[in-house]
């Protein structure tokens, strides 16, 4: 091993892939980075703006960095909230979901139902859902007195949405748990039922610390997603009522596309996927490394 | 601490619906004595697992009776049991320490504290686990974590019984000799009754007072070692156990004596025999080559294992395993077969015919 023949053409191996990454990643990002640092007056003329659009992103006492500030805020109350019932929910179905049998197929065909619909379509099928006049979720909760309207209510806005996003994605985290689950010996189980333990001891014991690898991608993937989510808040509420759903994807599409303010959006496109890039990145090394220590 | 009965116990595993039912386990009838060690000895897929499996509660029987100190408990679940269980693959709890590991069954059952502590001491001392106690079990190498596991097995001192499936495995045989012997010793100091699976005849003939063999989930014979090694009651037993197995040739029974090939071997018993295939069985160990004398065989080849020499024979075109005696040498193709006297068995359909001794010899 030691002696491994060291020969720096075979760099050229990874021109291809460089080349390819060039057009779809980096060529495209650089019009955003270009953005970032101008300004116009109109008529296509730029001009250099420095480092501007930034400082005034990042200071929460502007317009735009008040805006940018709520949305995180928002954005990351958001992500935390479906986190935190989607994963004990997921465990807890995949728990329930039959080890043998016809019913092992029909459950996970089930529980996998929603991850296969569209996205736009899963917006459209709780906006529907939701409304007060012809909505069976709407009308039900409004007819047995309970005050519901997504459309002028925040509290009724965002328990909408996170019901939705539990709806379409506690199935995943579930399917994944599932597969952790059928890892684990049959000997495990029944060491556990000889030495006495109950089933709570079995879960905390047995389980939950098999699970551990699968649930850290559950938590990345989970995390990664409702940071960006976009379409189905779009569909369902457009972000409102005001400013309540209003999470970064959907503040920074209406500052790009409906107030074409091009500067502030590149800045605020840049920070955000730097922002997503630092948090996966800290995830990932922190749950690895927590898993390396108690290894040792 | 108990005696446990098995009566008429087999087990079909649920097939297809108006197929004839295909037994795992075939009906058994056996009482393990408390206090005893045993051992269930048979190839891979013979229905000792399944066996174990039944008298710790994970599979019910679908026919026959279990029961603990004369009390029926066919139908009661594993944790009512009071059964310990080791299982092929080390079992550990990875959050918890090899100390916490090893209180766990204890634990469980609300056990005090402080007894639960000595218990746990004791056992570490036994299996060699104290240096580890307080470190955490998932970082510890395959054959720790077996210990611990045969540990979480022992600790429960008021267990029934102690089931040991396959336990070695995974340990290298270095350590397998020193836990084989461990675990004998641990059975003398804490006598209990300990029902110890494996394939291994060694294993097996060392660890247990009484052998169970079995084969397509059949029992073929239980006894000690030595009722194994000299009477083995099914001609499977005769070849799965020793080293070589068991010679079988097949053979026309003529009174006193055994004709093979126009070759005659002298039985020293009468025999009265039902209809069926015969053979006649002798282990290498009591059958010997000479250059001279005895049955004429034809010498193949010899084999030197350093502390005993075998020699592969031929006899009218059976094969056979004789020792070869290390004062004889044999020059040629040519050589005699003797047979010791009373180590000569008689199988019909593999099973095993006791004769009549005679107690006058018939000419004076």
Redesign the interface.
């Known amino acids: 091993m030691l002696d491994k023949p060291w020969n720096n053409r075979a760099w050229f191996f990874v021109i291809p892939v460089l080349v390819f990454v060039l057009f779809s990643s980096i060529i495209p990002m650089m019009t955003v980075v270009n953005y970032s640092v101008q300004d116009t007056m109109g008529q296509n003329n730029f001009f250099w703006n420095g480092a501007a659009w930034f400082q005034n992103l990042l200071d929460p006492t502007t317009d735009i960095g008040g805006r940018f500030a709520a949305a995180l805020v928002r954005n990351l109350i958001f992500s935390l909230v479906v986190l935190c019932i989607e994963l004990p929910l997921g465990i807890a179905v995949a728990i329930c979901i039959p080890r043998h049998g016809w019913r092992v197929g029909a459950a996970l065909v089930l529980i996998a139902l929603p991850l296969l619909i569209p996205w736009t379509v899963v917006g459209t099928i709780w906006q529907i859902f939701a409304r007060q006049d012809i909505g069976l979720l709407g009308a039900a909760l409004n007819s047995v007195g309970i005050h519901y309207n997504d459309t002028q209510d925040p509290t009724s806005a965002w328990a909408t949405i996170v019901v939705m996003d539990v709806w379409h994605w506690t199935g995943m985290v579930a399917l994944l748990a599932y597969a952790g689950l059928k890892a684990i010996p049959d000997a495990f189980y029944q060491a556990a039922r000889i030495d006495g333990a109950s089933r709570w001891s079995v879960f905390r014991n047995i389980e939950l610390p098999k699970l551990q690898k699968v649930l850290v991608i559950a938590v990345l993937l989970r995390f990664m997603e409702s940071f960006m989510i976009y379409t189905e808040p779009s569909v369902v509420t457009g972000g409102g009522p005001g400013e309540a759903t209003s999470f970064l994807s959907l503040d920074l599409v209406k500052i790009a596309l409906g107030q074409v303010d091009l500067g502030n959006a590149a800045a605020m496109s840049l920070v955000y996927n730097l922002i997503t890039l630092s948090l996966c990145w800290i995830f990932f090394t922190v749950m690895t490394q927590l898993e390396q220590r108690k290894g040792s | 601490m108990a005696t446990i009965t098995l009566d008429h116990i087999a087990h079909a595993y649920p097939g297809p619906s108006g197929a004839e039912k295909r037994y795992a386990l075939k009906p058994i009838e056996h009482v393990w004595q408390n206090g005893r060690a045993y051992a269930l000895l048979g190839p891979s897929g013979c229905g000792k697992t399944t066996l174990l499996n039944i008298i ?1 509660g ?1 599979v019910i029987p679908s026919d026959g009776r279990l029961l603990f100190d004369g009390q029926d408990v066919t139908r009661l ?3 009512k049991r009071n ?3 080791v ?3 080390p ?1 550990i ?4 320490t090899v100390a916490e590991n090893l209180a ?2 204890l634990k ?2 609300g056990m005090e504290r402080r007894l639960i502590e000595a218990r746990v001491a004791e056992i570490a001392e036994l299996l060699d686990l104290t240096p580890v106690l307080r470190r ?1 079990a ?2 510890l190498t395959a054959d720790a974590k077996q210990k611990i ?1 045969l540990g ?1 097995g022992l600790v429960r001192s008021d267990v029934s019984a102690v089931l040991f499936d396959e336990p070695l495995t995974v340990i290298d045989p270095a350590l397998k000799w020193e836990l084989r012997s461990k675990l004998k010793a641990v059975h003398q100091a804490l006598d209990m009754l300990m029902i110890y699976v494996t394939h291994d005849q060694v294993e097996a003939l060392t660890f247990a007072d009484e052998v169970v063999v079995m084969k397509d989930g059949a029992v073929l014979q239980i006894g000690t070692p030595a009722d194994l090694f000299e009477r083995p009651a099914h001609s499977f037993v005769g070849y799965f156990i020793g080293s070589p197995g068991m010679n079988f040739l097949p053979a026309v029974i003529e009174g006193r004596q055994a004709v093979v090939d126009g070759q005659r071997f002298d039985l020293g018993a009468q025999y009265a025999l039902p209809a069926g295939d015969v053979q006649i069985g002798f282990r290498p160990d009591y059958a010997t080559v000479t250059a001279s004398g005895g049955i004429p065989v034809k010498l193949q080849r010899i084999e030197d294992l350093g502390r005993r020499r075998l020699a592969r024979v031929t006899l009218g075109g059976h094969g056979l395993v004789a020792t070869l005696p290390n004062d004889v040498t044999l020059t040629g193709e040519a050589a005699g077969l003797h047979v010791q006297p009373g180590h000569l068995h008689v199988y019909v359909d593999e099973h095993r015919i006791e004769g009549q001794r005679m107690t006058e010899p018939l000419h004076a």
Request: charged letters at 25%; aromatic letters at 16%.
């Open positions: 710790s994970l679940p594993t944790e059964i310990a269980q299982f092929q693959f079992v709890y990875d959050t918890m766990f069954p469980n059952r955490r998932r970082g596991s979480r």
